[in-house]
Each structure stands twice: as structure tokens, then as C-alpha cells.
């Protein structure tokens, strides 16, 4: 992405940025819209785009473009609107810290170690992969394990095939993905192991990845044990019970010369952390008001970072309303204050945002931890409707619209997934 010379990096912005990944690049377009004028970007990498540079596949911007586009021109397509909204752009630089009244501490290897106050700030750093380590999987440490974005880097990126006889634990939708690459590219995929009795990835990815490919899905497995000493050899598996212990004596080995781990995202919350942002135990990520502010006044934060999504889309409708609520605290211009705070009840997970007002629309995106199916979505008993289905691997997105919550005057709001049947009985 173009970088800037050394004298034109203000000490003032309106509006800092942290990361530019599809949230960062939509939060620059919110806020330049909300009537920011001084706008900065700061990404660690050289280009602009965060995970969606690797994902080469198709199936970006169906909702938001109407369109299909692969991660690279889904990302080149919001460029190209920072570009015209004249936001500055800061390529390899790392945001070491963000203080309590603004203060963005910048390492970059053009400009130096920097310091840039803003009006507000949003951080999009997104989410790490979690590893190997984060599960402890018992056996030796060859080589040949890695986790399946960063193979995922390696086949699209630099043109590496990371092995040829390979098996994938976790259905996470990176994991799905790659197992379709990776037969494309010409190796074997001998199986994929998920400790849930349920795939954690998109139905669509499980079908178009898996089945179409005749990649046997294992559900209720998992590996118990690494073996080889150079280079990873084989794998042993086993189902689960109930409560997720192996069951030893029915396990098998699976012979395979790379283990893909695929368990799940964590938001990157290094920065929220350290500044004392209120962080939600089950996304991990910041608490959020309906215009994406953090605990911290004048911090937002958006896209990965507050809660791993399965499509960017979202991400990107989530973090255009987060730049415009930055926008807005810099110039002075901020909404009412929320009046609703919504509390995950009946089978649900997680409810982003935290809090919303029954004066605006809002989207609200919910995880569940249970699959039903048919269902009905209940925000207290104030408003409800049918849901085709849930899954806990699909992120529900519900419009919630001023006139569903007419009867209701603020306060806590607990919202349910329950069967049908039950809704109605
Ligand atoms: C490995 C991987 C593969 C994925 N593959 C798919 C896929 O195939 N299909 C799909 O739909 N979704 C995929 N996703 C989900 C995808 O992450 C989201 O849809 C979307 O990219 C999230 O956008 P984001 O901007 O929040 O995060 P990211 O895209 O992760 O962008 C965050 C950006 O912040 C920057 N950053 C972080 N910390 C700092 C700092 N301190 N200073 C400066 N810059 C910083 C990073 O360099 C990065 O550019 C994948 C995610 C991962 C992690």
C-alpha cells in the first residue's frame, strides 16, 4: 500500500486506526464519512488487506458486493475507497501501545519510533489461530505441524506445498478450505478429525470443501497422540464421549506426513488489554456499545478483534458503523447513548454488540451452542421469529428494528434460540 513520506505523518490525527484488514480499511471509510478529516492507517504488514491476502478462494462479498470476488479483490475493492476518502496510509508499522488519552505509540521502519495523538482511535487488529500448544496434544515435536492459515500462507503465498499425505484436526472453516487447496494442489487429504458432534465451520464449506471432494469428516474424534521425530510420521485418533475424553481402546493410526490444526481464532486483544478496555469472557474481545465503542471513551474497536466472524462481510458492516461512530466522537457529533443491554439467555453464546437503542436499527450478531432446528429467536418477550435453523459454526445476523422494541423502555434484554415447538407452546 502507498506509504507516507516522514514529514507528512501528522502529530494530530482525528482518527488512528489499528490494523488494515478489512475492518481497518472499512472503519477509515466510516469515519472519513462521519466528517473525520485527518484519517491514519497503521498496518505491521506491507500491504493492505490483513488475512484476506491469502485467502485466494472464492466466495467474498456475496452480501456486501453482491458479488463474488476472491480475499485479495474483496480487499482491493475497499482500498481503493480509502484511497479516494484521502485517508494516510502507514505500511510497516507496528502500534506498540495506545494510552488512556490517545496517545498511539508507532514503530515503523521508514519513520522510526513515532507518537501520534488522536481524537479517537479504532482498533481492527483481528484474531490469531490458536495452536498446537493452546490443546496439548501428547507425543513428539517434528516438524510437519503447523496451523492450517499458516499453510494456507505457504500454498497461496509463497508457493509451497507443506506436505503430501496430510491430516487436519478441528473443521474450523480455515481448516476446510485448506483441505480442498490442498487436494487441488495435488496432495491427499486423509481425513478431517473434530472433537464437536458437529463441524465448527460453514455448512457451504463443509460441502463444497469436504463432501464434494470425498474428504471423510470424522465428528466426536480427536488426535491423542504426535508420532515421528524429524518429520511427523503419523497420528493417532480416537472418539469422545459425552464429556470429551478419548476413548483409548477404540483409537486407530492414521499415517500422514502433516498434521493441519484448525481449532479456532482468538482476537488479537494485546492492545485492548493493556489499555484497560472491559474485554467479554466468551468472545474475548472488547465490550462494545451499538456504535462500536469500547469502555474506553473514544476507543472503538471492530472486525476479529471483538469477535471472530465467519464472513467478511459483516466485518466490514460492523466496522464501516465503528469508523462512523469514531468519526462522530472526534468531531463532536456523538449519537444518544444506548438504552438496551442485551444478555445471552437460552442457547446463546455471545451477543455483539453489548448494548444497542430501541430509537435506531441495528444489526446484532449472535453465536449459539447448541444446532436446532426449526427454532425461534426471542429477545425477551418483547419481540420474536422463526429461524430456519441454527449451528453453533454459523454466526446468526438478526436486524433489530425501532418498531420491534416499541413496547420495551430499555433495560436488559435476554435473548433466547429455543426449538419451535417450544416458542410456541
Ligand atoms: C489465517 C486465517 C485465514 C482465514 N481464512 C478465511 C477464509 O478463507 N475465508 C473467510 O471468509 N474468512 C477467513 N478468515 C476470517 C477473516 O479473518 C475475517 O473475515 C477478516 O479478515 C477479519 O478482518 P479483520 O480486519 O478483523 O482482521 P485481519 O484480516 O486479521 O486484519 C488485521 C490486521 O491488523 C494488523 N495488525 C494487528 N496488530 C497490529 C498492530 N499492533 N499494529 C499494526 N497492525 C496490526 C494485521 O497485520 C492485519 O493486517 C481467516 C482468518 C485467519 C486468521
Same mark, same amino acid.
Given at each position: 500500500?502507498?506509504?507516507?513520506?516522514?514529514?507528512?505523518?501528522?502529530?494530530?490525527?482525528?482518527?488512528?486506526?489499528?490494523?488494515?484488514?478489512?475492518?481497518?480499511?472499512?472503519?477509515?471509510?466510516?469515519?472519513?464519512?462521519? !466528517?473525520?478529516?485527518?484519517?491514519?492507517?497503521?498496518?505491521?504488514?506491507?500491504?493492505?488487506?490483513?488475512?484476506?491476502?491469502?485467502?485466494?478462494?472464492?466466495?467474498?462479498?456475496?452480501?456486501?458486493?453482491?458479488?463474488?470476488?476472491?480475499?485479495?479483490?474483496?480487499?482491493?475493492?475497499?482500498?481503493?475507497?480509502?484511497?479516494?476518502? =484521502? @485517508?494516510?496510509?502507514?505500511?510497516?508499522?507496528?502500534? /506498540? =501501545?495506545?494510552?488512556?488519552?490517545?496517545?498511539?505509540?508507532?514503530?515503523?521502519?521508514?519513520?522510526?519510533?513515532?507518537?501520534?495523538?488522536?481524537?479517537?482511535? @479504532?482498533?481492527?487488529?483481528?484474531?490469531?489461530?490458536?495452536?498446537?500448544?493452546?490443546?496439548?496434544?501428547?507425543?513428539?515435536?517434528?516438524?510437519? @505441524?503447523?496451523?492450517? !492459515?499458516?499453510?494456507?500462507?505457504?500454498?497461496?503465498?509463497? !508457493?509451497?506445498?507443506?506436505?503430501?499425505? @496430510?491430516?487436519?484436526?478441528?473443521?474450523?472453516?480455515?481448516?476446510?478450505?485448506?483441505?480442498?487447496?490442498?487436494?487441488?494442489?495435488?496432495?491427499?487429504?486423509?481425513?478431517?478429525?473434530? /472433537?464437536?458432534?458437529?463441524?465448527?465451520?460453514?455448512?457451504?464449506?463443509?460441502?463444497?470443501?469436504?463432501?464434494?471432494?470425498?474428504?471423510?469428516?470424522? /465428528?466426536?474424534?480427536?488426535?491423542?497422540?504426535?508420532?515421528?521425530?524429524?518429520?511427523?510420521?503419523?497420528?493417532?485418533?480416537?472418539?469422545?464421549?459425552?464429556?470429551?475424553?478419548?476413548?483409548?481402546?477404540?483409537?486407530? =493410526?492414521?499415517?500422514?506426513?502433516?498434521?493441519?490444526?484448525?481449532?479456532?481464532?482468538?482476537?488479537?486483544?494485546?492492545?485492548?488489554?493493556?489499555?484497560?478496555?472491559?474485554?467479554?469472557?466468551?468472545?474475548?474481545?472488547?465490550?462494545?456499545?451499538?456504535?462500536?465503542?469500547?469502555?474506553?471513551?473514544?476507543?472503538?474497536?471492530?472486525?476479529?478483534?471483538?469477535?471472530?466472524? =465467519?464472513?467478511?462481510?459483516?466485518?466490514?458492516?460492523?466496522?464501516?458503523?465503528?469508523?462512523?461512530?469514531?468519526?462522530?466522537?472526534?468531531?463532536?457529533?456523538?449519537?444518544?447513548?444506548?438504552?438496551?443491554?442485551?444478555?445471552?439467555?437460552?442457547?446463546?453464546?455471545?451477543?455483539?454488540?453489548?448494548?444497542?437503542?430501541?430509537?435506531?436499527?441495528?444489526?446484532?450478531?449472535?453465536?449459539?451452542?447448541?444446532?436446532?432446528?426449526?427454532?425461534?429467536?426471542?429477545?425477551?418477550?418483547?419481540?420474536?421469529?422463526? /429461524?430456519?435453523?441454527?449451528?453453533?459454526?454459523?454466526?446468526?445476523?438478526?436486524?433489530?428494528?425501532?418498531?420491534?422494541?416499541?413496547?420495551?423502555?430499555?433495560?436488559?434484554?435476554?435473548?433466547?434460540?429455543?426449538?419451535?415447538?417450544?416458542?410456541?407452546?
Amino acid at each position: 500500500m502507498p506509504d507516507l513520506r516522514p514529514w507528512d505523518l501528522r502529530s494530530r490525527y482525528d482518527v488512528v486506526i489499528v490494523g488494515a484488514g478489512p475492518a481497518g480499511l472499512a472503519a477509515a471509510v466510516g469515519a472519513r464519512e462521519a !466528517g473525520a478529516e485527518h484519517v491514519l492507517v497503521v498496518d505491521r504488514e506491507h500491504e493492505a488487506g490483513g488475512i484476506l491476502q491469502q485467502c485466494i478462494h472464492h466466495g467474498f462479498g456475496l452480501h456486501h458486493f453482491k458479488e463474488e470476488l476472491t480475499g485479495p479483490s474483496y480487499a482491493q475493492r475497499y482500498l481503493e475507497q480509502v484511497l479516494e476518502h =484521502d @485517508v494516510d496510509l502507514l505500511p510497516d508499522s507496528y502500534v /506498540l =501501545d495506545v494510552d488512556p488519552s490517545r496517545r498511539v505509540s508507532i514503530l515503523s521502519g521508514r519513520h522510526g519510533l513515532r507518537e501520534v495523538d488522536a481524537g479517537a482511535v @479504532v482498533l481492527a487488529m483481528g484474531a490469531r489461530e490458536r495452536t498446537r500448544e493452546a490443546i496439548r496434544i501428547p507425543g513428539s515435536r517434528p516438524s510437519g @505441524v503447523m496451523t492450517a !492459515g499458516f499453510a494456507q500462507k505457504l500454498v497461496n503465498l509463497a !508457493g509451497y506445498l507443506p506436505g503430501k499425505r @496430510v491430516a487436519i484436526l478441528g473443521s474450523g472453516d480455515i481448516g476446510l478450505i485448506m483441505a480442498r487447496r490442498l487436494v487441488l494442489e495435488g496432495a491427499e487429504v486423509v481425513g478431517v478429525y473434530e /472433537l464437536m458432534p458437529h463441524a465448527n465451520g460453514l455448512t457451504r464449506n463443509v460441502v463444497q470443501c469436504l463432501h464434494d471432494f470425498d474428504i471423510p469428516l470424522h /465428528l466426536s474424534t480427536t488426535v491423542v497422540r504426535i508420532h515421528g521425530s524429524e518429520r511427523i510420521e503419523k497420528v493417532t485418533v480416537a472418539p469422545v464421549d459425552e464429556q470429551f475424553r478419548p476413548k483409548l481402546d477404540e483409537a486407530w =493410526d492414521v499415517d500422514c506426513d502433516t498434521l493441519l490444526v484448525s481449532i479456532g481464532l482468538i482476537p488479537d486483544n494485546e492492545l485492548a488489554r493493556s489499555l484497560g478496555v472491559r474485554l467479554d469472557p466468551v468472545t474475548t474481545g472488547p465490550i462494545v456499545t451499538s456504535r462500536m465503542e469500547t469502555s474506553r471513551d473514544g476507543v472503538f474497536a471492530c472486525g476479529n478483534t471483538v469477535h471472530i466472524h =465467519d464472513l467478511v462481510d459483516w466485518v466490514s458492516q460492523e466496522s464501516q458503523l465503528a469508523g462512523a461512530g469514531a468519526g462522530a466522537a472526534a468531531v463532536g457529533t456523538r449519537a444518544s447513548p444506548d438504552n438496551v443491554r442485551l444478555i445471552p439467555g437460552t442457547n446463546v453464546r455471545s451477543c455483539v454488540p453489548h448494548t444497542i437503542t430501541t430509537e435506531r436499527e441495528h444489526t446484532v450478531y449472535l453465536r449459539v451452542t447448541t444446532s436446532i432446528a426449526p427454532c425461534t429467536l426471542r429477545f425477551g418477550d418483547v419481540y420474536e421469529r422463526p /429461524l430456519r435453523y441454527v449451528v453453533p459454526g454459523e454466526m446468526v445476523t438478526v436486524k433489530v428494528r425501532p418498531r420491534f422494541l416499541q413496547d420495551f423502555h430499555g433495560g436488559n434484554l435476554t435473548v433466547h434460540v429455543v426449538p419451535r415447538e417450544e416458542a410456541t407452546a
